[in-house]
């Protein structure tokens, strides 16, 4: 496995915003277990960027089977009840649900459902670092992230994906977060600028090359979204103890 290289920056620029969602709203966080977090997603993120194009390709043999029990094993040991399970379902379904699309040669939606799987280890980064507020921010993130994958696999010239997809995943996903913010409303100004370009996705691509484009655009959008998700959902904590 060549750790040298680089060759998936968005899977790791992704890691990152992921881990820094676990922490919001930076309030009663196990200050040594997010430190501690740190390695454990620096040797995570590489073996992930390792195993996607062979889960993608069908390519799985042993070493990749014994490659992905090192980052499971700082979990299995966290403390669990019924809720705590609950919450680590959410990343295990995905996961599962990534690997039978790619078996199943859905590459597209393998591609959509494992970034959401990505995006969605920011709830057991949230249990593992003691964040007792991390189930919003990690919603927020999932679900934005997920409509963003969609939004992005619609935009590619040669895939047969109709925008009203996107829109709807994204309704669906405003009703869902609406609900969740009631007691936090103003962290509902997040999703204004998410909200204009998922209802209102455009035309598709004209060329593949313009494919990169749309991510160095896309990632400065995503910065934005967790940026205003951190000023919001700090403030709004803040006020709740006030």
């Known amino acids: 496995m060549n750790r040298g290289k680089v060759r998936n920056h968005a899977l790791y620029f992704l890691g990152v915003l992921t881990y820094v969602v676990a922490l919001l709203p930076f309030l009663s966080v196990n200050l040594v277990k997010a430190l501690v977090l740190i390695p454990i997603i620096a040797y995570t993120l590489p073996i992930m960027e390792y195993l996607q194009p062979k889960i993608m390709s069908l390519k799985i043999g042993y070493k990749e089977i014994l490659v992905m029990i090192p980052p499971i094993i700082p979990y299995v040991f966290l403390p669990y009840n019924e809720i705590r399970i609950v919450y680590v379902s959410?990343?295990?379904?995905?996961?599962?649900?990534?690997?039978?699309?790619?078996?199943?040669?859905?590459?597209?939606?393998?591609?959509?459902?494992?970034?959401?799987?990505?995006?969605?280890?920011?709830?057991?980064?949230?249990?593992?670092?003691?964040?007792?507020?991390?189930?919003?921010?990690?919603?927020?993130?999932?679900?934005?992230?997920?409509?963003?994958?969609?939004?992005?696999?619609?935009?590619?010239p040669y895939r047969k994906l109709d925008k009203r997809v996107v829109q709807i995943s994204w309704v669906i996903s405003l009703a869902l977060l609406i609900v969740l913010s009631l007691k936090n409303p103003i962290t509902l100004i997040t999703l204004i600028e998410p909200s204009t370009r998922y209802l209102i996705p455009g035309e598709k691509l004209k060329s593949p090359k313009e494919i990169r484009e749309l991510g160095k655009r896309g990632s400065k959008k995503d910065i934005l979204f967790v940026v205003l998700l951190t000023i919001t959902y700090t403030l709004s904590r803040i006020f709740l103890t006030i």
């Open 90 to 156: 959410i990343p295990l379904v995905l996961m599962l649900l990534t690997l039978t699309l790619y078996l199943t040669k859905y590459t597209m939606w393998g591609n959509v459902i494992g970034t959401a799987f990505e995006a969605s280890i920011s709830i057991v980064w949230g249990l593992f670092i003691n964040n007792p507020f991390f189930l919003i921010p990690s919603i927020y993130w999932l679900l934005y992230i997920f409509t963003g994958a969609l939004y992005v696999e619609y935009k590619i």
